[in-house]
């Protein structure tokens, strides 16, 4: 296997769109009035965001709260490891063109933000699926055509891992 740069490593993408739709449904449902606050503060710390690494950064703590927001231990579990192993090719994406991933995240995540604040599941389903759709739809693009910016092995450690095990997730 050719770490994630293959057919059967990209389909991964499928599975995490799946779970971070779900994830941002039962968040939509679950979430609480006291719970706005704390999830303002993930959209507006995207916006912030003006390097690759601060906008994964930022990304990867969006997600985490979302995933805590559902109510579901395993969900977050697997979404976490998930997160793990596509964090190569998530910076890839960002860093080739951050100004176009900064833009075009923080419109995803403001979108699955409005979903959750507004209580609407399928909404926030759809918006989380879509988000990462987008990506995917990109590395299935690198695959057909790779190009030689992409000798890296996209299927190393994410070297924020530890830093998120730190954080509560719910």
């Known amino acids: 296997g050719g770490g ?4 059967g490593r990209v389909a991964v993408w499928g599975v995490l769109g799946f779970l971070e739709g779900r994830a941002a449904g039962l968040g939509g449902a679950r979430r609480t009035d006291g719970e706005r606050p704390t999830l303002l503060w993930r959209p507006d710390a995207l916006d912030a965001a003006s390097t690759a690494d601060d906008f994964l950064q930022a990304d990867i703590a969006f997600h985490a709260y979302i995933a805590g927001a ?6 977050a579990s697997l979404l976490d490891t998930f997160s793990a192993r596509t964090y190569r090719a998530r910076h890839l994406n960002a860093g080739l063109g951050l100004e176009a991933a900064l833009v075009n995240g ?3 995540h403001r979108r699955i933000y409005l979903a959750v604040v507004a209580r609407d ?9 879509a988000h990462v759709s987008t990506v995917a739809a990109w590395l299935r693009n690198v695959v057909a055509s ?6 890296v092995e ?8 530890e830093s998120r095990r730190a954080t509560p997730i719910s």
Request: contains cysteine.
């Open 106 to 108: 923080r419109a995803a």
């Open 154 to 161: 996209l299927e190393t450690a994410d070297p924020l891992r």
């Open 4 to 7: 994630l740069l293959d057919d």
């Open 70 to 75: 559902a109510g579901n231990v395993v969900l």
């Open 146 to 151: 790779p190009c030689t910016c992409l000798g």
């Open 121 to 129: 599941p399928e909404a926030a389903r759809a918006s989380a699926s």
